[in-house]
């Protein structure tokens, strides 16, 4: 099965796993030799490139693929791995995109990842991609893919993706300030000498008419055009259908369907049944409502007593929106308000997301009870953070980690686990909500992992195990809500016997249907939305947003086509907002700039996607100096005041001005070597390495580009060529 290729979606999902096999041997004696050879070449040439963390692991025959490495490290992999001299890498899933690592085994570690907009499954261009890596043309005759089942997905969900087909051809075409630019201007607004001040008219722009025709043959409208209207007009008649079949099960037309074809007596004896019935079930989820709240409330004091020296472990449950139940094996941490987690308590106690509603206490329930719900921690299996209030709360076991110092001075496990929680950004997602609060998981680190490690499967814990015990009121709500449930069975049937129930039955068996019918309709609905999202043309609207955005603020007069000073710095600008760079770059504060105090800047507006690591064991980031911070908070007002103009148009291009990261910038263009910079660094290197490539690339346009100071220009000469510097200068070639 091996080479292989795990794919892991998390950076320190990959590292973990090496350290994991790092006592493990996939190499032989001879193989062994060859990684030692290879890495005392590449240690000799590219001495700061070299990951020693991973150094380990690679002589075992394992490594880690991801963005956090040096591009240099990870080429080093890449030959190692197709000279069979790397046997299992552990990549993120960017590897299964433009690599050639062909593997004979792809593992993939789940169905589903972690996206800003929370736990969403792969669908199946990206399986596909990643599956695609199994196999070597002309060594193997098949290849192999696994998929790993998880807490999160099971088979359901693996038939789910497989089967779902391909996800449609998708453009990336967007409209930008630089394109804008290009398509649009015409004369130059020039000043050559005092005695005229006359317009250059030696070049023409382009009407708005005439760049709309060449927006509207950008491939992603040549593909979607077609497709888009036969989309929509399938949409537009599921929608009716829909509607008329909604209309023939509304309690109306049930009565109407019902009067036609019952006698008058026995459609009087079904309809005043049904009223009872009716009555009966909401008098039956009232009863429900209760056992939640009592339940509640016995499981308070049991998990404080519990909490008492030791960690018990417990069993989270919810059900997703697909109607499949997970169960969480988890070591409990406590509750929120009593953790010296002041991060996670301020979170809680100020985020309107965990709000909790009190009005669901009802009346009758017991009136001793402090605050209803409240949210508690856990540590599950899968290495995650929960936050959850006693509603998601399966059952509560007696054993678990003893709260006790393991050498006499060293910290209690509940006081490690909650600095580690502490320690962490607070990036939660919602898994499940209900009235009695929400669910919300978030990553471990790798310092969590050897705990999540030591929790129990479920199947080794016994029932004797449990210690959930229920109040006396509970049981007693526990006896209503049953006693009602038999009346509500006893009235269903006692209906099945009344005169006209068979032809009532008919009537109730074809609501059923439809009922059926308008759900895979709306399933249809909702994917032909998505797809509809995916293939619309796009450009057109944010063409015309963004150049009211670059008239108002002169830069280009739209009309006449002129373009000003400010336009010709942005359109001869690569970047993601090339207004905003030129708007900086034009700036007279940065004259005053010291070379790397200019990169420091300028590396402030390079930053976006970069992040701090917060599960690495340093936290250090190098301080820019105050000039360069001066500098950013004057630029900040500027940034303000364009976001502004940008949201009154409708444009929502990001505007970058990060701070975090600009001393590191203005370290290394000061001469700070690699391994200086990196010791005790809370970034990963690729992550830096990347940061420092787009300030230098941004450097390096600064000569080039039109109306911009000749002091600016000798500044930023200095700067590119002093960070221009190994490791750095080695990733492009």
């Given at each position: 099965?091996?080479?292989?290729?795990?794919?892991?979606?998390?950076?320190?999902?990959?590292?973990?796993?090496?350290?994991?096999?790092?006592?493990?041997?996939?190499?032989?004696?001879?193989?062994?030799?060859?990684?030692?050879?290879?890495?005392?070449?590449?240690?000799?040439?590219?001495?700061?490139?070299?990951?020693?963390?991973?150094?380990?692991?690679l002589?075992?025959?394992?490594?880690?693929?991801?963005?956090?490495?040096?591009?240099?490290?990870?080429?080093?992999?890449?030959?190692?791995?197709?000279?069979?001299?790397?046997?299992?890498?552990?990549?993120?899933?960017t590897?299964?995109?433009?690599?050639?690592?062909?593997?004979?085994?792809?593992v993939?570690?789940?169905?589903?990842?972690?996206?800003?907009?929370?736990?969403?499954?792969?669908?199946?261009?990206?399986?596909?991609?990643?599956?695609?890596?199994?196999?070597?043309?002309?060594?193997?005759?098949?290849?192999?893919?696994?998929?790993?089942?998880?807490?999160?997905?099971?088979a359901?969900?693996?038939?789910?993706?497989?089967?779902?087909?391909?996800?449609?051809?998708?453009?990336?075409?967007?409209?930008?300030?630089?394109?804008?630019l290009?398509?649009?201007?015409?004369?130059?607004?020039?000043?050559?000498?005092?005695?005229?001040?006359?317009?250059?008219?030696?070049?023409?722009?382009?009407?708005?008419?005439?760049a709309?025709?060449?927006?509207?043959?950008?491939?992603?409208?040549?593909?979607?055009?077609?497709?888009?209207?036969?989309?929509?007009?399938?949409?537009?008649?599921?929608?009716?259908?829909?509607?008329?079949?909604?209309?023939?099960i509304?309690?109306?037309?049930?009565?109407?369907?019902?009067?036609?074809?019952?006698?008058?007596?026995?459609?009087?004896?079904?309809?005043?049944?049904?009223?009872?019935?009716?009555?009966?079930?909401?008098?039956?989820t009232?009863?429900?409502?209760?056992?939640?709240?009592?339940?509640?409330?016995?499981?308070?004091?049991?998990?404080?007593?519990?909490?008492?020296?030791?960690?018990?472990?417990?069993?989270?449950?919810?059900?997703?929106?697909?109607?499949?139940?997970?169960?969480?094996?988890?070591?409990?941490?406590?509750?929120?308000?009593?953790?010296?987690?002041?991060?996670?308590?301020?979170?809680?106690?100020?985020?309107?997301?965990?709000?909790?509603?009190?009005?669901?206490?009802s009346?009758?329930?017991?009136?001793?009870?402090?605050?209803?719900?409240?949210?508690?921690?856990?540590?599950?299996?899968?290495?995650?953070?929960?936050?959850?209030?006693?509603?998601?709360?399966?059952?509560?076991?007696?054993?678990?980690?003893?709260?006790?110092?393991?050498?006499?001075?060293?910290?209690?496990?509940?006081?490690?686990?909650?600095?580690?929680?502490?320690?962490?950004?607070?990036?939660?997602?919602?898994?499940?909500?209900?009235?009695?609060?929400?669910?919300?998981?978030?990553?471990?680190?790798?310092?969590?992992?050897?705990?999540?490690?030591?929790?129990?499967?479920?199947?080794?814990?016994?029932?004797?195990d449990?210690?959930?015990?229920?109040?006396?009121?509970?049981?007693?709500?526990?006896?209503?809500?049953?006693?009602?449930?038999?009346?509500?069975?006893?009235?269903?049937?006692?209906?099945?016997?009344?005169?006209?129930f068979?032809?009532?039955?008919?009537?109730?068996?074809?609501?059923?249907?439809?009922?059926?019918?308008?759900?895979?309709?709306?399933?249809?609905?909702?994917?032909?939305?998505?797809?509809?999202?995916?293939?619309?043309?796009?450009?057109?609207?944010?063409?015309?947003?963004?150049?009211?955005?670059?008239?108002?603020?002169?830069?280009?007069?739209?009309?006449?086509?002129?373009?000003?000073?400010?336009?010709?710095?942005?359109?001869?600008?690569?970047?993601?907002?090339?207004?905003?760079?030129?708007?900086?770059?034009?700036?007279?504060?940065l004259?005053?700039?010291?070379?790397?105090?200019?990169?420091?800047?300028?590396?402030?507006?390079?930053?976006?996607?970069?992040?701090?690591?917060?599960?690495?064991?340093?936290?250090?980031?190098?301080?820019?100096?105050?000039?360069?911070?001066?500098?950013i908070?004057?630029?900040?007002?500027?940034?303000?005041?364009?976001?502004?103009?940008?949201?009154?148009h409708?444009?929502?291009?990001?505007?970058?001005?990060?701070?975090?990261?600009?001393?590191?910038?203005?370290?290394?263009?000061?001469?700070?070597?690699?391994?200086e910079?990196?010791?005790?660094?809370?970034?990963?290197?690729?992550?830096?390495?990347?940061?420092?490539?787009?300030?230098?690339?941004?450097?390096?346009?600064?000569?080039?580009?039109?109306?911009?100071?000749?002091?600016?220009?000798?500044?930023?000469?200095?700067?590119?060529?002093?960070?221009?510097?190994?490791?750095?200068?080695?990733?492009?070639?």
């Amino acid at each position: 099965m091996l080479p292989a290729v795990w794919f892991i979606f998390s950076r320190k999902g990959c590292d973990a796993a090496v350290q994991y096999l790092e006592e493990s041997k996939l190499l032989n004696e001879l193989e062994i030799t060859e990684v030692e050879l290879a890495l005392k070449r590449f240690r000799a040439q590219y001495p700061d490139a070299v990951r020693e963390s991973s150094a380990k692991g690679l002589l075992r025959g394992v490594a880690a693929h991801h963005a956090g490495c040096l591009p240099l490290w990870k080429s080093f992999i890449e030959e190692l791995f197709q000279k069979g001299l790397v046997k299992v890498v552990f990549a993120t899933e960017t590897l299964a995109a433009g690599m050639n690592m062909p593997a004979r085994t792809a593992v993939i570690s789940s169905l589903s990842k972690r996206t800003e907009s929370g736990r969403t499954l792969l669908n199946s261009n990206e399986l596909l991609q990643m599956a695609g890596r199994a196999g070597r043309r002309g060594i193997d005759e098949r290849g192999h893919v696994v998929l790993v089942q998880t807490p999160n997905e099971g088979a359901e969900e693996c038939c789910k993706v497989l089967f779902s087909g391909l996800e449609p051809l998708v453009s990336q075409f967007t409209a930008s300030y630089g394109m804008v630019l290009n398509l649009l201007a015409g004369a130059k607004v020039t000043r050559t000498s005092p005695e005229t001040d006359e317009s250059d008219a030696s070049r023409s722009g382009r009407t708005l008419e005439e760049a709309r025709k060449l927006v509207e043959q950008s491939f992603g409208n040549y593909v979607g055009s077609n497709v888009m209207i036969t989309a929509k007009e399938e949409l537009a008649r599921i929608q009716n259908e829909i509607e008329l079949l909604a209309s023939e099960i509304t309690d109306e037309a049930i009565d109407k369907k019902s009067r036609k074809l019952l006698s008058q007596s026995a459609y009087k004896e079904i309809a005043d049944l049904q009223e009872e019935l009716r009555a009966e079930k909401r008098i039956r989820t009232d009863l429900r409502r209760k056992i939640e709240l009592e339940r509640v409330f016995s499981l308070k004091p049991l998990l404080e007593e519990l909490g008492n020296g030791h960690l018990p472990f417990m069993c989270l449950q919810h059900t997703d929106s697909d109607g499949v139940q997970h169960q969480i094996p988890a070591v409990y941490l406590g509750n929120v308000d009593s953790l010296k987690a002041s991060k996670v308590k301020n979170m809680v106690n100020e985020s309107d997301s965990f709000a909790l509603n009190m009005e669901i206490c009802s009346s009758d329930a017991k009136s001793d009870h402090a605050a209803g719900p409240s949210y508690h921690v856990a540590l599950g299996s899968d290495n995650s953070w929960y936050i959850f209030t006693e509603k998601w709360i399966k059952t509560v076991y007696k054993t678990g980690f003893p709260d006790a110092a393991l050498v006499i001075g060293d910290a209690l496990p509940r006081e490690i686990m909650t600095t580690l929680l502490d320690k962490v950004d607070m990036q939660w997602e919602k898994v499940a909500e209900s009235e009695l609060g929400g669910l919300w998981c978030m990553d471990g680190s790798l310092e969590t992992w050897s705990w999540s490690l030591n929790v129990p499967v479920l199947s080794s814990l016994s029932e004797e195990d449990e210690a959930l015990q229920f109040s006396e009121t509970y049981q007693n709500a526990v006896e209503s809500y049953k006693d009602q449930r038999n009346k509500v069975a006893r009235l269903k049937k006692k209906i099945s016997r009344t005169e006209g129930f068979r032809e009532y039955k008919k009537i109730l068996d074809i609501a059923k249907f439809t009922e059926e019918k308008i759900r895979r309709l709306k399933a249809r609905s909702r994917r032909l939305v998505t797809r509809i999202e995916q293939i619309e043309p796009s450009g057109w609207k944010e063409f015309l947003q963004i150049s009211n955005v670059i008239h108002e603020i002169r830069a280009l007069d739209i009309n006449s086509q002129i373009i000003y000073p400010l336009g010709e710095t942005a359109a001869a600008i690569r970047g993601e907002n090339e207004l905003w760079l030129a708007m900086v770059l034009r700036n007279k504060v940065l004259l005053d700039l010291k070379p790397p105090q200019l990169a420091a800047v300028l590396g402030g507006l390079v930053s976006e996607g970069i992040k701090v690591r917060p599960w690495k064991n340093n936290s250090y980031i190098y301080e820019a100096s105050t000039t360069v911070m001066n500098v950013i908070t004057l630029l900040d007002d500027q940034r303000s005041s364009f976001f502004e103009l940008q949201e009154k148009h409708g444009v929502k291009i990001p505007c970058c001005l990060d701070r975090q990261f600009s001393g590191m910038v203005e370290a290394w263009a000061s001469g700070l070597t690699w391994r200086e910079i990196m010791m005790d660094c809370a970034m990963d290197e690729g992550d830096l390495a990347r940061l420092l490539r787009r300030t230098i690339d941004l450097l390096a346009q600064v000569p080039k580009l039109p109306d911009i100071d000749p002091v600016l220009k000798s500044n930023a000469v200095k700067a590119s060529s002093v960070m221009d510097r190994p490791p750095i200068s080695e990733l492009v070639r």
